[in-house]
């Protein structure tokens, strides 16, 4: 069974940080694509950033770009977002996710398959 959980949300200010987490069992992370989603009130979810955990390849929605990095432990089984110089517009719930087919490694939000039950973001 597999199952992901986010945690490391929370309520920060305009230009604080945060970290999340996605801890990933029933899985091993060693060569898949992982990702994290975000959905803010009214909107649909969007591609925040994405990993392929074999190579480490990363990719970047243009919102985040030079603000967010994500990264992974394979050791730990674990996926992160660190996520810097926050602004309003970024509060969301976010989401990882796994994609559990073979494939490019792209935000494609219908290629993911697994997901987490999601962390709150909010900035003030």
């Known amino acids: 069974h597999v199952q992901l959980v986010e945690s490391g949300g929370g309520s920060v200010q305009a230009g604080g940080s945060l970290r999340l987490s996605c801890a990933v069992s029933?899985?091993?992370?060693?060569?898949?694509?992982m990702a994290w989603f975000r959905r803010a009130p009214g909107k649909e979810r969007e591609g925040v950033a994405r990993i392929f955990t074999g190579t480490g390849s990363t990719g970047y929605a243009d919102s985040v770009k030079g603000r967010f990095t994500i990264s992974r432990d394979n050791a730990k089984n674990t996926l992160y977002l660190q996520m810097n110089n926050l602004n309003p517009e970024d509060s969301a719930m976010y989401y990882c996710a796994v994609r559990g087919s073979r494939g490019a490694c792209t935000l494609t939000l219908s290629a993911f398959d697994i997901w987490g039950q999601g962390t709150q973001v909010t900035v003030s």
């Open positions: 029933g899985y091993t992370v060693g060569s898949i694509c």
